[in-house]
């Protein structure tokens, strides 16, 4: 069994070695965790021994990525690292902005991306500083990554909701929206972010960079190529551009092209100087006296810049011939107050610029200033005041008017040709989204006409069934039809015969059912009383408009409803069809079926003395 202490020793000099190849360093891992990760990858590879495995990675570059990607486990997250995005959002960020006038744009580089968490992070901590109006107008974020697959579920920007734990609710709510199971990134701020192919090795880097985020991706590399990967990094950023690495990288050989903002969190600054990493020393600062002051003169006046130099006293000190030409001054204006000269307002408001430098002692710069000269002609400068100083004494400010009309066309045509090229963009991922949806369906609909077809096959063999079910149906319908007619026939002749037997009756005859609706009315009845049987039957007996008086019809019938068993007979006074008065001899009897119920009433009338 390998001795503890001996097997200590080994882990250690294989983290030395990764630290001293890779520029990756594992100091801060918990020793018994980093220790189970790399013996799992040794397992692996079938081998016992740190030093054995140690011997593997020096002949074997191969065997690097395997074992990063074995002890980065998680490869990436949103804000991933908290405390160093913390301090991004505390103060890195808000310094990069303070050195920046209002309304510059913020160009962002994500390199190796993966599947864009940590290029949607740098978009939700610039969206929250910023305001979304801004950062629509101002930021741009590339993110790049030599892995297709990954950057195609990138510009997807759908997460499953385990995959968004390192998002703080508030964010959550505000930049993602539900749709299903996943959450999609908002589509305002994702069209701000553009994914595209880059290998860091072979390829151009993006330029004018102002912060550049590449995390746990350098330590892929060996040494030679991860300086050739900074020297890129460098020539990417702007002056004072920011660089974050991940928690665990270090920057090889010691460059000075980056110093530390903070060295902990892994988040450098470039440095401007690049004389610095060739070894050169600064010069020396030139001799003071006439020749020196006349050289400094001539040379300021014949710089193609534009460039004034005001005192202390507001007076115009110096000039380049550029500014003369562009502002119409000449060398009689040299040491009259600048409040005095047409240059002080324009091309924009100089004096309440200068008093700003003189106050703070700081340098500022003014961008979009726009100058309109004889004959339509539009110049658009950057202007940049700076404080003069000589050990900290102020002696007074320059100004220097950058010309960038040519930049600002340019410029306008690159964000044209973006906006259509980001377009175009959209509209072919659109295109292969609406394809692969089509793809989908036509897939589920070909599953459907195949389940639909056996349904079908299924349907017709039942029909089939009922079909014979249907005809053995039919032909008891026909037996049951022939039994119907038979007893139709048989209904119609006992109808027949009752309708003789009522017409028989010389005298009226009317029959109503329990509750007073008349069922039959005779022809005597029709004679004596002047409604036919049609009219008659359904109505109700006190309901109809005839010379028998209700009042006495009405007590008589309700007794024999109440009596089964009862009859009477009665005489009473009446009204005939002709409008002559009557006497009518009624006789009334229950009406009983054959299983003894009653069914209605009988009424039988007939006159017995006409007047």
Request: glycine content about 6%; overall charge negative; charged content about 25%.
């Amino acid at each position: 069994m390998t001795n503890p202490s001996v097997a200590g020793d080994e882990l250690e000099a294989l983290l030395d070695y990764l630290r001293e190849s890779r520029g990756f360093d594992f100091g801060g891992y918990k020793r018994t965790g980093l220790a189970r990760r790399i013996t799992h990858r040794m397992s692996q590879a079938g081998i016992d021994s740190f030093h054995d495995y140690l011997d593997l990675l020096q002949v074997d570059a191969a065997e690097f990525t395997a074992l990063f990607n074995t002890i980065l486990i998680n490869v990436t997250g949103f804000f991933r690292d908290p405390e160093a995005w913390d301090r991004l959002r505390t103060e890195v960020v808000p310094g990069l902005l303070a050195e920046r006038s209002p309304g510059d744009p913020l160009r962002v580089w994500s390199t190796g991306c993966s599947s864009g968490q940590e290029a949607y992070s740098l978009a939700m901590l610039l969206a929250e500083e910023l305001g979304p109006d801004a950062y629509l107008q101002q930021v741009k974020i590339y993110a790049t990554d030599i892995d297709d697959d990954a950057l195609s579920q990138a510009r997807h920007a759908a997460y499953q909701e385990a995959e968004l734990e390192g998002v703080p609710d508030e964010l959550r709510t505000k930049y993602f929206e539900k749709r299903g199971d996943r959450y999609v990134f908002t589509p305002d701020l994702r069209r701000t972010v553009i994914f595209g192919r880059n290998d860091l090795v072979q390829d151009a880097p993006i330029s004018r960079v102002d912060l550049l985020l590449c995390r746990n991706t350098l330590m892929y590399f060996n040494a030679e190529t991860q300086q050739r990967v900074l020297n890129r990094f460098h020539f990417a950023l702007v002056p004072r551009g920011v660089l974050f690495l991940g928690r665990a990288e270090m920057l090889l050989g010691r460059s000075r092209m980056f110093e530390p903002i903070d060295l902990k969190q892994r988040i450098f600054r470039r440095v401007a100087d690049r004389s610095m990493t060739s070894g050169r020393r600064p010069l020396p600062p030139p001799a003071d006296g006439p020749v020196t002051d006349r050289l400094r003169e001539l040379s300021l006046a014949a710089s193609p810049i534009a460039q004034l130099v005001v005192g202390l006293d507001d007076t115009l000190v110096m000039q380049s011939d550029q500014a003369a030409s562009l502002f119409g001054l000449s060398r009689r204006d040299l040491g009259r107050p600048i409040r005095e000269l047409e240059v002080s307002y324009q091309p924009l408001a100089l004096r309440s610029h200068l008093d700003q430098v003189i106050a703070e002692q700081k340098p500022i710069r003014v961008s979009e200033v726009e100058f309109g000269r004889a004959g339509g002609v539009t110049h658009w400068f950057e202007v940049h005041l700076t404080p003069v100083l000589d050990s900290s004494v102020l002696l007074g400010v320059s100004v220097v008017f950058h010309d960038v009309t040519a930049t600002r066309a340019l410029r306008q045509e690159v964000e044209r040709s973006g906006r259509q090229l980001e377009a175009t963009n959209a509209e072919l991922q659109s295109t292969n989204e609406e394809l692969e949806t089509t793809n989908e369906e036509l897939q589920s609909t070909v599953e459907e006409l195949e389940t639909t077809n056996e349904e079908l096959q299924s349907t017709n063999e039942e029909l089939e069934t009922m079909n014979e079910e249907l005809q053995s149906a039919n032909d008891e319908l026909q037996i049951i039809n022939e039994a119907v007619r038979e007893r139709s026939t048989e209904l119609n002749d006992v109808n027949d015969f009752l309708e003789s037997v009522l017409s028989a009756f010389t005298a009226g005859v009317i029959v109503v059912d329990l509750e007073m609706r008349i069922l039959a009315w005779n022809a005597a009845a029709q004679e004596l009383w002047g409604v036919r049987g049609d009219e008659a039957e359904g109505q109700h007996l006190l309901n109809l408009d005839v010379g028998l008086p209700a009042d006495v019809l009405r007590p008589l019938v309700r007794a024999a409803l109440s009596d089964p068993a009862g009859a009477s007979e009665t005489r009473l006074d009446a009204v005939n069809r002709r409008g002559r008065a009557i006497v009518v001899r009624l006789l009334c009897s229950a009406l009983r079926g054959p299983d003894g119920q009653q069914r209605g009433v009988l009424l039988t009338m007939e006159p017995v003395e006409r007047h």
